[in-house]
Nanobody, 116 residues
């Protein structure tokens, strides 16, 4: 069973870039039959929002609602993948989760607040 752990800043200023990393243990992020590695967030008082994913081949799909603000990369040597979200606004305040692996396991989530 894989274990996922998010890491990154707790507080980000508006217009800055948010980068969150998901460290994966117990399995390789380049295992072909795993579910894609995803980023999902939950703003306060709202539902879960799928942000995008990266698959075995390294192909990424980003939610149209985020457009070019978001990108996902991976480092197979470090066995982690990273979300980059540019030009953050107050509406990007949320708990961010990384999800993936053979059972679509979830990280514990990390709270990110955008505030000046």
């Amino acid at each position: 069973q894989v274990h996922l752990q998010e890491s990154g800043p707790v507080l980000v200023k508006p217009s800055q870039t948010l980068s969150l990393t998901c460290a994966v243990s117990g399995g390789s992020i380049v295992t072909r039959y795993y579910f894609p590695w995803k980023w999902i967030r939950q703003p306060p008082g709202k539902g879960l929002e799928w942000m995008g994913h990266i698959d075995y081949y390294g192909r990424t799909v980003i939610s149209p609602s985020l457009g070019r603000r978001a990108s996902i990369s991976r480092d197979s040597s470090q066995n982690h993948f990273t979300l980059h979200l540019n030009s953050v606004t107050l509406e990007d305040t949320a708990v961010y989760y990384c999800v993936g692996g053979p059972d679509n396991s979830w990280g514990q989530g990390t709270q990110v607040t955008v505030s000046s």
